[in-house]
């Protein structure tokens, strides 16, 4: 009789203890796309060749953990070019830069390397060929983005920036039939379509970007929540509160009607959002590490027992070159890159 009892009292301490089973579906693609990852390449590599400490104008990414890892090493974040000391080693962030900033760096004599995403110098390129035909030009973009500052101090003669269709309704250009746009990369087709549409309505003559030349990064990774989307109870996109597509990814979700979370990491967290969830999905925004979503579920397994399962979806293997000034290189320089 008395092993019978203990059975059933370690049966009822084990239901006590057992912890209720979660499906955690990891996105696919998430986490870094090319130009992030070719940003801190050059910042880390440019540390190792040239020394620190390397001085950065803005976040190179926007992701916390990325800038303090190479605050760590050696890099040095600052708002301004004016922030940087004569003669110091100077990188421009991913989201690019002004005409103004690049000049200023010239009229000091900074040594530059320009981090800016291929996708982004792309954009720069066009809108300039625009400008340069006597076109007017209008961005599709959110007000305040270093992207979209970048990109309205590189095309001269000024852009009209437009967020929404109301900002349409309102566009005067001067001749409405030599109009052009171009659109911020961190936006996808279905994030522009609209305003698109309601450009070419009132502008019938307009040109743009094909629909290649959308981020192939921002596209991805939202077709991916969306993919997703039915099949969760709860959606947790890892990012920073100031990147522009995590936020995206957050709100495809809500707009989806699935309970969704931007959070920088895994403290961020709350169990409470676990209430009625036996589903959930995790991404992440194209800055964001894919330590900090293995992290984490390492929390996720402290409240459950968490059953993982990545969901298939479009392999990404873009590849950006890096800039000459660190791959063209001769004697010691080249010699402790090829070591690195």
């Not at 269709?165 to 522009?192: F, H, K, M």
Request: glycine share 6%.
């Amino acid at each position: 009789m008395l092993w019978r009892y203990c059975s059933i009292l370690v049966l009822i301490m084990t239901s006590l203890t057992e912890k209720p089973h979660l499906k955690v579906l990891l996105v696919q693609p998430r986490g870094f796309c090319a130009g992030v990852e070719r940003a801190i390449e050059i910042v880390e590599r440019a540390l190792q060749i040239y020394g620190p400490p390397v001085y950065v104008r803005h976040e190179i990414v926007h992701n916390k953990r990325v800038v303090e890892t190479l605050r760590r090493k050696g890099a040095v974040f600052v708002e301004e070019v004016h922030d940087i000391p004569d003669g110091a080693m100077t990188i421009f962030s991913a989201h690019g830069i002004a005409e103004a900033v690049e000049n200023e760096a010239k009229r000091r004599a900074l040594p530059v390397i320009d981090a800016t995403c291929p996708l982004v110098s792309k954009v720069h390129r066009e809108g300039a060929s625009h400008a340069a035909k006597e076109r007017d030009v209008i961005l599709i973009g959110h007000s305040g983005h270093p992207e979209v500052e970048g990109t309205m101090g590189r095309i001269r003669g000024g852009v009209h920036l437009v967020t929404n269709v109301e900002d349409v309704n309102e566009l005067v250009v001067q001749d409405p039939d030599q109009v052009a746009y171009v659109t911020q990369t961190t936006l996808s087709v279905d994030d522009t379509k609209e305003i698109i549409q309601a450009l070419s309505a009132k502008f019938p003559k307009i040109v743009g970007p094909d629909v290649r030349d959308i981020c192939y990064a921002t596209q991805n990774r939202q077709q991916a929540v969306r993919n997703i989307s039915p099949n969760v109870d709860l959606l947790l996109v890892v990012g920073a509160q100031n990147s522009s597509n995590s936020n995206r990814l957050r709100e495809i979700g809500e707009e989806l009607r699935v309970r969704s979370y931007l959070i920088d990491d895994a403290d961020g967290f709350e169990e409470a959002w676990l209430d009625g969830a036996e589903t959930i999905g995790i991404t992440a925004g194209a800055s964001a590490p894919e330590e900090l979503v293995a992290e984490l579920i390492e929390r996720l397994k402290s409240f459950r027992d968490v059953q993982l399962e990545t969901v298939d979806g479009v392999e990404e293997n873009i590849q950006f070159k890096l800039p000459a000034e660190l791959t063209d290189l001769d004697g010691p320089a080249k010699q402790e890159l090829q070591e690195v």
